[in-house]
């Protein structure tokens, strides 16, 4: 009544060990490569590019080390609107891992900064 119809009815062995049918020339050797040097960076950006993360970095940390602690963290907008979110926000242990993420910041940036090295 109904016929199958195999549209992929043969479908040779990818990974077979014997050689396949046909020409037997050996394998032509590979093209040797050119070595290219990578682009280097000069050292001047380099070091600029480091003087900027470790300033935003250290800036960042102070900021947000300092901010749960003011007035601008209690009167909040944000958490006027959201009376949850200010409960949580003013509880201290909140205040002190924010806090310690900032210190965390500021760990990095001056680990960058004291790590550096030219290459």
């Known amino acids: 009544m109904f016929t199958r119809i ?15 049918n046909g020409s037997a020339e050996p394998a032509s ?5 050119l070595v290219t040097h990578p682009h280097r960076t000069p050292v001047w950006l380099r ?8 300033i935003v970095r250290l800036y960042l ?12 963290w209690d009167e909040n907008h944000l958490f006027q ?3 949850q ?3 949580l ?11 310690g993420l900032g210190l965390l910041n500021i760990w990095i940036a001056v680990s960058d900064a004291i790590e550096y090295r030219e290459p």
Not at 6 to 20: G, I, K, T, V
Not at 47 to 54: E, S
């Open 29 to 33: 050797k590979p093209a040797p490569r």
């Open 47 to 54: 070091r600029i590019d480091l003087f900027v993360r470790v």
């Open 81 to 83: 609107l959201f009376p």
């Open 89 to 99: 926000a003013a509880n201290g242990v909140v205040r002190g891992i924010i806090s």
């Open 61 to 72: 940390g102070l900021l947000v080390v300092a901010l749960p602690w003011t007035h601008l």
């Open 85 to 87: 979110v200010a409960w």
């Open 6 to 20: 195999d549209f992929m009815s043969y479908q040779p062995n990818l990974f077979s060990s014997n050689a396949p």
